[in-house]
């Protein structure tokens, strides 16, 4: 059965996870085994839930409980769930609850590279990409677009990110991704043994169209991109097997990063 709890004491530590710890608290880089994770909406809370994540306790809206968050609410046994009004849970988080669920949830192991690229073929590599939103919508894209992994340069930001965990709508519980311990030589050095080719993604003098028939013929392909702004480090563009561009129209030179990685995932899929 539910645990439902009235708000009655802002003070509560119990509601410290949504109220007073910071991302960077949440994350506990001290003891990773302690870190915690928030994720918004009964549709994304259930893909974790899917993937084996452990809750920790709820907060919603009270009039979700017998509406749009019931069915979540079976699968949690007695988490508990703290409620109130819209405008009681504004005030204690700090912003509107903009789909009315918010769930405490503890962080997974982290993955290891070689284990989730195992029996991949396409895999997305992220060097020091920082804004949340990117992460989220590249996420997304992975998922829908066929890719098997997503690696992360050590500067990366979280994708467990409140933010980005939204935006990916879940899908950062579907893709597996992990992080390398050392960027770029160490990182591509790897994939190379694990029988990647790899493809950065920039405009250079040497950069060939995406749409290159020897790109899609690459049984295995890491496709690498940089972070917003600068794009790719000079050391990674010289360390990688090829670089490709999109070609664009009416003097446009680059896309945001996470529209890039859209395009970039479905030309260079699997054919197979």
């Given at each position: 059965?539910?645990?439902?709890?009235?708000?009655?004491?802002?003070?509560?530590?119990?509601?410290?996870?949504?109220?007073?710890?910071?991302?960077?608290?949440?994350?506990?880089?001290?003891?990773?085994?302690?870190?915690?994770?928030?994720?918004?909406?009964?549709?994304?809370?259930?893909?974790?839930?899917?993937?084996?994540?452990?809750?920790?306790?709820?907060?919603?809206?009270?009039?979700?409980?017998?509406?749009?968050?019931?069915?979540?609410?079976?699968?949690?046994?007695?988490?508990?769930?703290?409620?109130?009004?819209?405008?009681?849970?504004?005030?204690?988080?700090?912003?509107?609850?903009?789909?009315?669920?918010?769930?405490?949830?503890?962080?997974?192991?982290?993955?290891?590279?070689?284990?989730?690229?195992?029996?991949?073929?396409?895999?997305?590599?992220?060097?020091?990409?920082?804004?949340?939103?990117?992460?989220?919508?590249?996420?997304?894209?992975?998922?829908?677009?066929?890719?098997?992994?997503?690696?992360?340069?050590?500067?990366?930001?979280?994708?467990l990110n409140r933010r980005a965990v939204r935006v990916s709508m879940g899908t950062v519980f579907q893709v597996p991704w992990a992080r390398f311990e050392a960027w770029?030589?160490?990182?591509?050095?790897?994939?190379?043994?694990?029988?990647?080719?790899?493809?950065?993604?920039?405009?250079?003098?040497?950069?060939?169209?995406?749409?290159?028939?020897?790109?899609?013929?690459?049984?295995?392909?890491?496709?690498?991109?940089?972070?917003?702004?600068?794009?790719?480090?000079?050391?990674?563009?010289?360390?990688?097997?090829?670089?490709?561009?999109?070609?664009?129209?009416?003097?446009?030179?680059?896309?945001?990063?996470?529209?890039?990685?859209?395009?970039?995932?479905?030309?260079?899929?699997?054919?197979?």
């Amino acid at each position: 059965m539910p645990n439902i709890i009235e708000i009655t004491d802002f003070t509560d530590p119990a509601l410290d996870v949504y109220a007073r710890l910071t991302e960077a608290q949440l994350l506990n880089r001290l003891d990773p085994s302690a870190g915690l994770f928030i994720a918004e909406s009964p549709v994304v809370i259930g893909y974790a839930l899917d993937a084996g994540i452990q809750p920790v306790s709820l907060l919603m809206e009270r009039r979700h409980i017998g509406g749009k968050a019931s069915e979540l609410l079976q699968r949690l046994g007695d988490t508990p769930v703290y409620t109130a009004e819209r405008e009681v849970l504004a005030r204690l988080t700090g912003y509107p609850l903009t789909r009315g669920v918010l769930c405490a949830m503890r962080r997974p192991a982290p993955e290891k590279v070689e284990a989730i690229c195992r029996d991949a073929r396409r895999v997305a590599v992220l060097e020091d990409i920082v804004d949340t939103t990117n992460i989220g919508a590249i996420f997304r894209s992975a998922a829908a677009l066929g890719i098997d992994a997503v690696l992360l340069s050590p500067a990366c930001c979280d994708p467990l990110n409140r933010r980005a965990v939204r935006v990916s709508m879940g899908t950062v519980f579907q893709v597996p991704w992990a992080r390398f311990e050392a960027w770029p030589e160490a990182g591509l050095d790897l994939l190379r043994k694990l029988g990647f080719c790899s493809v950065a993604m920039a405009l250079t003098d040497r950069s060939v169209s995406i749409d290159d028939p020897l790109l899609k013929q690459r049984e295995r392909l890491a496709i690498v991109l940089g972070t917003e702004g600068d794009g790719l480090a000079p050391a990674t563009l010289a360390l990688c097997d090829h670089t490709a561009r999109i070609p664009m129209a009416h003097g446009v030179d680059s896309l945001n990063v996470a529209a890039a990685s859209a395009v970039a995932f479905w030309e260079l899929r699997s054919r197979q």
